[in-house]
């Protein structure tokens, strides 16, 4: 198993319980499952699913019952009440009955269900905008992780550079300490030249300072990455940059990724139908509405009978005129256009970030074969100087800067790795395929 170096370090420093050893798949699983834009995002998917059974359930039945207790002394309220109530006798057609009938109770129960025969498409378009209202939801909260999970492979691969650097930064340093150390000795007797000996002291505490930020680099990344799985305990993370997959997919199949994966394109789509949807409403609102009722009734004064009356009903409705429906299809129209010209904008944004990703990601990729025989020319520059400097043939500076010349090799090698990788994860987030395993790729558990 291989640990970056800032691992290595918590657990010298810090008890092996107290360490928590993941991988980065299992960071990001972590650091989503506690994110606050993904909860958001998740509730938005709720409401938006929640809303997608709220239209579904707009084509069932509704219904309804209640009661109601009347008493009065109306003619034809009385008339009307003893025939429901089927107490209607022949002594209710005395004409002084009819004019002065008295007060009467009634108490009415019904029972009611309406449903919905067409509703001039009002119901299908609600499902259609409840199911785009979904994808919606869903192509946010996939863009938050995207967004989120880039975050922490920026955050990985700045640590693993910031380790690696200080390893080869410490390894330089021991080394021109022990030439410096030893040239001391000599510069007393008179063998060394001051003025080398100095310049060499400057070029060494050049690279101690180098090592001091590099330091407070990798500090710095780990302080995120805690923030970001909101831990208090260290946290190391196996794998380094050497290790991460080099592998990109054609720059054609990552164009062609970005139409069909990338969430804020399928976010942009959905928004543009659901302008059509609207649209589509407008166009409809002058048809009829048609709804089917069945109702049972029950009247009676006293309870001691309680007769039951059923009826049914077709009912057909015309909205003639409105107002402002011209504006409101207007404004639909507007909203699509929007939403068509917002997918145009967002495919040119797409198509050059792809493009510059793919072409940090192979331009480093070119670059790093001629960077490992920069740092095989820098070792063998340093091999051959030091026995030089022993037989009195190069100075100690020289020494020292060859040491120098070594580390920013390798440190010019660490960046490219780490930047072949940050492009590598901005193409695959451009095209929404960046998964949780990005960092996982040739990693050995």
Known sequence: MKWHWVGVLCLVFVPIGRAEVLTPSEVMERVESQN?????ARVGLEQALNGKR?????HLPRLGAGSSLTRGDGPVY???SLLNQRQFTQENFALDALNHPGYQTN????LRAD????TGFELRDAGFLADLGVEEATGRLEAVRQSLRFTVVQTLLAQWQADERGRVLSQRIVSAEREIASAERLRDRGLVLGSDFFAAQAVLTGLRAWQVATTREAQTAQETLTILLKSTAPIVVQGNLAEVSKNLPPLDALLNLAKNQRADVLVAKTQTQKAGVVLSQENSSLLPRV??????ETNTDDFSSNPSHRLVMVEARWFLGDPARASRREGAQVRQREGQ???RALADKIDIEIRQAWGGFSGAQEVLPVLNTMIVEAKKSLEMVRPLYRQGRQSLLDVIRAEEALAQAENQRLQTLCQMQIFRARALRATGTLDKNTLNSGVNP
């Open 36 to 40: 606050a834009d993904v909860g958001a």
């Open 78 to 80: 009385v008339f009307g």
């Open 115 to 118: 449903v919905p025969v067409f």
């Open 54 to 58: 709220q239209a579904r359930a707009g």
């Open 341 to 343: 010209e917002q997918e």
């Open 107 to 110: 108490i009415k129960s019904w």
């Open 291 to 296: 709804d089917a009722m069945a109702q049972v």
